[in-house]
């Protein structure tokens, strides 16, 4: 994430800068009222809102197993996070919970529509996966839906967005390869929110990715189903570089 787009060569072609604007302003408005200057960390306002979600992104930075594993391997692949670079609380429209803004490698947090810490949680998660998608290839995210579906699937999958208990709340359970169905659902939904395409062009992107895509559990090296299995993946992957040294 950090200098992340410093590392890749010349930026964007022209047309492809349209693209990113157009995509930004369609989800996160505020992210380009100053000529595409997005809105910047803890002193950006004061407003309850956004003292909310400033504390509540602390708390989740400092305590949960996912983003703790997310942001070590984000460290350990030269994309290190900072939190006042990295993170922006913003008004958003519609029901958009946050999105990865990867024209500037930051991590959009809608304070306007994140209603509690689990939220919060899931939201950080989930957007941590496509910052370390990012991180790690070379990700089309404005021009190639198929790479927008792989990490999307990939997000579902590893975020806890499809635990069982998040399942049970949507009153969604008992159906069959239900894991696989809610995140290949989630994966769609979450490209038509940034994307203006048909269902069914969704569809097929997420079709076309999905086996190999679901079958990718980096950084967690499992699906990690609640907190208890994070904790496992989190120090699985602190003990990897250990083992390595050893052989």
């Not at 909310?52 to 989740?60: A, G, P, V, W």
């Not at 947090?109 to 957007?127: D, K, P």
Request: with cysteine.
């Amino acid at each position: 994430m950090a200098g992340a787009p410093d590392e890749r060569g010349p930026g964007p072609a022209a047309g492809e800068q349209l693209q990113q604007q157009h995509v930004g302003c369609q989800v996160f408005p505020e992210r380009w009222l100053a000529q595409g200057k997005p809105q910047q960390g803890f002193l950006s306002s004061f407003f309850t809102n956004n003292q909310k979600c400033q504390l509540m992104l602390l708390q989740t930075l400092e305590t949960n197993p996912y983003v703790k594993l997310l942001l070590d391997a984000m460290k350990h692949s030269g994309c290190a996070v900072n939190k006042e670079r990295h993170f922006s609380c913003e008004d958003c429209n519609g029901n958009v919970s946050g999105g990865f803004d990867a024209s500037v490698s930051q991590i959009v947090l809608c304070q306007n529509n994140i209603c509690n810490q689990a939220h919060m949680n899931r939201v950080v998660t989930h957007e941590l996966i496509h910052a370390f998608d990012h991180c790690r290839a070379h990700v089309d995210w404005f021009t190639n839906v198929r790479h927008l579906a792989c990490s999307e699937v990939r997000a579902a999958n590893l975020s806890g967005d499809c635990s069982l208990l998040n399942e049970i709340f949507r009153l969604h359970f008992g159906l069959k390869r239900h894991h696989q169905t809610c995140v290949r659902d989630r994966a769609i939904r979450s490209i038509l929110a940034v994307r203006n395409i048909s269902k069914e062009v969704a569809q097929k992107a997420v079709d076309e990715v999905f086996e190999s895509c679901f079958n990718d559990h980096e950084p967690f090296g499992r699906i990690p189903h609640n907190k208890t299995y994070a904790r496992y993946a989190h120090r699985d992957f602190q003990n990897r570089d250990r083992y390595y040294s050893n052989i």
